[in-house]
């Protein structure tokens, strides 16, 4: 379609001789012939470009433009000023309104053509332009979105300002890493449709993720109910170690919601298990052109995940290498060494409770109290292999139990930090039954040649009873 020109003047001789000579390349053409009948005009048909006379009655061609200006509809709108007024400071006036060029009268008919079509093919490519731009601000967004998902919107933001940022290949940096994962979860995945699953996985993720991004961490990772972050890459930071201890204390806080959630949903509360460590890495970008992912590689991030593996839920441990990292306070609850597998030495570990300033979060205190079973509990149990549960069956008994953790006296001695499937046969008037998953955590302080074992995951039927027995061995409030 032809472009449409707007040509405004109060003289019909005048108005005639331009519809002629531009009706004849093509152009379409409206009139007015004063200012106030050209608004109109414009307000109806928004022309391509406007020729506007100065020297009007009612509102001469000066106002005229101002008004279109001031218009966010119209402003964008070519005005060449059709004019005798050809003083430095009539012409210095009309291009401080707006307009984008002038041809003085008496005017020439080529000179004329010539400015409009310049003119016109330059409002066309600021029209693309601006249509490019619009598309690319879309796109920038979508990818800003897509990538915000694994890592926090500063470090998507930066990455995408930088062409750099998107590059093949790494550098070796010290970034600490921070590794999470679910208790209980498989086990209750089992009892689940596909569809729930994936829906309680969710309300998990969804909620850890906004926890990570507050705390600048990157997503390197999330393998079902596991999710590894790096702290310290893309974009450098001093205080990776502080901002990693404090997130993953803010993701343990966090189960709370995702645990009221989950039960509204019909579901069994989730724990949680995070391990922290602090050392050099290779980051960057590893695949292929088509497809890349940003990643922290080397032996210091199999390290994070080992000392996972010695958590138990609702606790968070930290290496020594991230402890001297941290300036600021922390709460340590508990310390111990540890074997981790395929490490060349031993590793010493922190539970951490709570940090300081600028960030004041701290876990609940746990009370460690067990109340003792009036009939000691006959169990049998194998202590699992990594992920394996080993064939050597083993007798025990349960003397003292909690909701989170019992005593276990057996003839085998416990190694600290064990996995142990326990299976607990059923009584009648006594208990249900069930399969209980737990990790040794120490030998009982007051009961010698017994182990104090956390559960990692216990039946529904056997964790009700365990809270009914729980229950009724508390005293009753006091009252008057």
């Not at 731009?133 to 979105?145: F, G, K, P, S, T």
């Not at 940022?165 to 208790?183: A, F």
């Not at 991230?322 to 300036?327: D, F, M, N, V």
């Not at 194998?382 to 008994?397: C, N, Y």
Request: aromatic letters at 6%; a negative charge.
């Amino acid at each position: 379609m032809s472009s449409r020109i707007l040509i405004v003047d109060d003289a019909p001789a005048n108005i005639q001789t331009l519809a002629g000579i531009l009706k004849e390349k093509g152009y379409q053409i409206s009139v007015a012939t004063n200012g106030r009948q050209a608004l109109e005009v414009v307000a109806r048909v928004a022309p391509d470009l406007i020729l506007l006379d100065v020297m009007m009655p009612e509102m001469d061609g000066f106002e005229t433009c101002r008004r279109l200006k001031a218009s966010e509809q119209w402003r964008q709108i070519p005005v060449i000023f059709l004019t005798a007024k050809t003083e430095v400071t009539d012409l210095v006036q009309g291009f401080e309104l707006g307009a984008v060029d002038y041809v003085a009268k008496p005017f020439n008919a080529h000179e004329l053509l010539a400015r409009v079509s310049t003119h016109l093919t330059m409002d066309d490519l600021r029209r693309s332009l601006a249509s490019k731009n619009e598309e690319l601000a879309r796109a920038h967004e979508l990818v800003r979105r897509a990538f915000g998902r694994y890592v926090s919107e500063e470090v998507a933001a930066s990455i995408l300002k930088s062409p750099e940022g998107l590059e093949m290949g790494g550098e070796e940096r010290e970034v600490t890493i921070l590794m999470s994962d679910l208790r209980g979860f498989t086990a209750m995945a089992a009892r689940l449709s596909p569809h729930e699953v994936i829906e309680f996985l969710n309300v998990y993720l969804e909620t850890m993720v906004d926890v990570i991004s507050r705390y600048e961490g990157t997503i390197d990772e999330i393998i079902g109910d596991a999710i590894l972050i790096i702290f310290g890459a893309p974009l450098a930071c001093a205080d990776h170690a502080a901002k990693a201890v404090a997130c993953g204390l803010a993701m343990q806080l966090a189960m709370t919601e995702v645990n009221q959630r989950l039960r509204a949903k019909g579901a069994s509360d989730l724990e949680m298990g995070i391990g922290i460590h602090t050392g050099r890495v290779i980051v960057g970008n590893i695949g292929s052109q088509r497809r890349t992912k940003y990643a922290a590689v080397g032996s210091n991030v199999n390290l994070a995940g080992r000392i996972e593996s010695f958590t138990t839920g609702g606790q968070l441990l930290i290496s020594e290498n991230t402890r001297e990292c941290i300036k600021i306070p922390l709460r340590l609850d508990r310390q111990f060494r540890v074997e981790p597998k395929g490490a060349k030495s031993s590793l010493q570990l922190y539970e951490v409770g709570g940090i300081g300033e600028p960030y004041n979060l701290a876990l609940p205190l746990k009370s460690g109290l067990l109340c003792p079973l009036p009939q000691p509990l006959a169990v049998s149990f194998t202590v699992l292999e990594e992920k394996f549960i080993g064939r050597t069956v083993h007798d025990g008994i349960l003397t003292g139990v909690s909701e989170t953790e019992a005593r276990l006296q057996a003839e085998l001695q416990l190694s600290p930090l064990s996995n142990l499937k326990i299976t607990l046969q059923p009584v009648a008037g006594a208990n249900p039954g069930g399969e209980i998953y737990a990790k040794v955590v120490g030998e009982s302080a007051d009961q010698p040649n017994q182990a104090v074992i956390r559960f990692t995951s216990v039946t529904p039927e056997l964790k009700a009873w365990l809270q009914q027995f729980i229950t009724a061995q508390k005293p009753p409030p006091a009252t008057g």
